[in-house]
């Protein structure tokens, strides 16, 4: 397959043209739906109207019947397919939004967390993806049926009286695009306040849930609950004049829908009156209105919520430019959700092609850090000072020390994800940060890596989507979990499900080592891969990882000693500068400190044994 790069590509137009055709499937489909529910009461009141007339046999009315009854059946059917086609094109596309996301989220979680509030990150995730879905359900297909039925309508109205079907046309016309737009542009300004109340008192609300204890152990628990309170209220005002505007929106197109009807019954009336009309159609002609103006009507109100949909545009480009999400590639649509994710990262746009080629064919990944400093804005304190490393191919290096302490900016630093004010950040000579190269260097362990709900050797392939079974299971076996598999349902091809519960959070983590065996990149950054574990899991997971790993470059973030005596160099950092750097043995030796926080978090050892292991 080759590779199209389309970085830079919207969220909204770019899938719209991937899945153009199955949308306009979908919208002749709901326009033929509506079109049916048209021609049912058409039909209808002509069939109300001739057999109140007593027809002699039960054969001058058979048409009608049969028409009734056909129609009523067509209008349900074609109702479902539309919904079926338009909502499996809108899921796949969804997938594809959300794989691109993912494809940030997964390899960059620390340099995120470093930049997004917890409430901004999880809006971003389950709110905006949603969002855009409802641009092709709620906006989109409505519209796009909508004006096909107009076109349709206004058309056959012309080939009876082209006077009236201009008259019909502007009337309709305000129902479709002049009311919506009045409605639009007098709601836009209550519409954002309430958008953005609501996302203020949403990541309030998250963050505070995280740091419930924080909020406990100050007594600021009240404080929290009035001003929470006080912000609901305030877009509970801003939410109930919005309604109130769109009751008396709504109002307003009902009596136009009336006003219509009345016009279509005056019109079929005169040409009954002039003979060109058979009176048993006069029914159908008011009837048929109801149906036909009611879709202008819901597709006049899907556009009026128009800004939702924008904000959400907004903000994930936003993210999409702090955080460099690739963009998916322009593929036709996959069979199954795992095709799209294995699509998605092949054809992902390499800006650092030499280095990729370097990496797969055995090339350093010696990592150098020349008196690196960071801090974000100028009025700040230094996150990161004159911190200067070099960890040669195949090292590994610990990073301790208390939240806020400069790990997380130092390895965004190394990530390429950051770059430095003073100093630089190299790999094999060559600088991190290229503009996203750093993806191509680096693997990322994290604490809680995520599975789709699809099959074992899926989840694997997305370390290479290109991996054969076998290779997917030679690297089971060096994670230690082809046994496991080989004894599921379906072995490899055992479903996850969602988040991989089929799974226990030690075997999960094993399921990420693989992908990062499937990469084989250079250098492995372990983000406490071992949070959450019993320590009998966690001692066989680490045991797992320095073996499988043994020969790549090894970064470990960390809160705790555990598994120190495995590391080259162990490195504490304090407010943004090193305390205390060297190796298990050398600072058992030299530093007290470090011997009291081993024996701390190894109570239950003989710490002076330990280095003998």
């Not at 489909?29 to 529910?37: F, P």
Request: glycine share 8%.
């Amino acid at each position: 397959m080759r590779v199209v790069d389309n970085s830079g590509q919207s969220w909204f137009l770019s899938y719209l043209r991937q899945y153009f055709w199955a949308f306009l499937a979908a919208a002749l489909l709901g326009a033929l739906a509506i079109g049916c529910a048209g021609a049912l009461l058409f039909a209808s009141g002509h069939l109300i109207t001739r057999s109140a007339l007593k027809p002699e046999n039960i054969l001058m009315v058979y048409v009608p019947i049969v028409l009734v009854r056909t129609f009523g059946f067509s209008k349900a059917v074609i109702q479902y397919l539309e919904r079926l086609v338009g909502h499996d094109a809108a899921l796949r596309l969804v997938s594809r939004m959300r794989v691109r996301l993912y494809r940030a989220v997964e390899p960059q979680a620390l340099m995120i967390r470093s930049k997004f509030r917890t409430g901004d990150l999880l809006g971003l995730l389950a709110e905006d993806i949603d969002q855009l879905q409802n641009i092709y359900l709620k906006l989109v297909l409505p519209a796009l049926s909508a004006l096909l039925i107009y076109a349709a309508g206004i058309s056959a109205l012309g080939w009876m009286d082209g006077t009236f079907a201009l008259l019909m046309g502007l009337y309709c016309g305000y129902l479709l695009v002049i009311a919506p737009a009045i409605s639009l542009w007098t709601s836009l300004a209550q519409r954002r306040t309430f958008k953005q109340e609501r996302s203020k008192a949403y990541q309030e609300l998250t963050d505070a849930l995280f740091g419930m204890s924080d909020l406990v152990l100050s007594g600021r628990t009240e404080h929290f609950l009035a001003s929470f309170a006080g912000q609901q209220s305030k877009a509970t005002a801003v939410e109930s004049s919005l309604r109130r505007r769109e009751w008396r929106a709504h109002w307003t197109a009902q009596c136009v829908v009336g006003g219509g009807i009345v016009i279509m019954t005056v019109w079929a009336g005169g040409w009954v009156a002039q003979n060109h009309l058979e009176p048993t159609w006069l029914a159908s002609f008011a009837l048929v209105a109801f149906p036909l103006l009611d879709a202008f009507v819901r597709a006049g109100e899907a556009v009026v919520h128009a800004p939702e949909y924008q904000d959400s545009l907004r903000r994930l480009k936003e993210s999409e430019k702090n955080t460099h999400i690739p963009a998916a590639p322009a593929v036709s649509p996959p069979a199954i959700f795992v095709d799209t994710v294995q699509q998605a990262i092949s054809g992902t746009p390499d800006p650092a092609g030499s280095q990729t080629a370097a990496c797969r064919s055995g090339h350093t990944g010696e990592l150098l850090l020349d008196n690196v400093s960071y801090r974000y804005t100028d009025q700040q304190a230094w996150s990161v000072r004159h911190i200067s490393l070099h960890v040669p191919q195949g090292g590994n290096v610990a990073l301790l020390g208390r939240s806020g302490a400069g790990k997380s900016t130092l390895l965004n630093l190394i990530q390429g994800a950051l770059q430095p004010n003073e100093g630089s950040v190299t790999v094999a000579g060559t600088p991190v940060y290229t503009g996203g190269a750093y993806s191509s260097l680096f693997a990322v362990l994290n604490q809680q890596p995520y599975l789709f709900d699809t099959t074992v050797a899926n989840n694997i392939r997305l370390g290479r989507p290109d991996a054969s079974l076998e290779e997917v299971r030679a690297v089971t076996e060096q994670v230690g979990l082809a046994a496991l598999i080989d004894s599921l349902p379906e072995g490899y091809d055992t479903r996850m499900q969602e988040t991989g519960l089929r799974f226990s959070g030690g075997e999960r983590q094993r399921i990420a080592l693989a992908r990062i065996l499937l990469q084989n990149h250079p250098i492995i950054l372990l983000d406490e891969p071992t949070v959450g574990l019993d320590p009998l899991t966690e001692h066989e997971l680490m045991q797992t990882i320095f073996h499988v790993l043994k020969g790549k470059t090894l970064i470990w973030i960390t809160h705790h000693l555990t598994g120190m005596e495995h590391m080259d160099e162990v490195i504490f950092m304090e407010k943004g500068v090193i305390s205390m750097r060297g190796s298990h043995e050398q600072l058992w030796q030299e530093q007290p400190r470090y011997r009291n926080l081993y024996e701390l978090d190894h109570p239950l050892l003989d710490t002076r044994s330990a280095l003998d292991h």
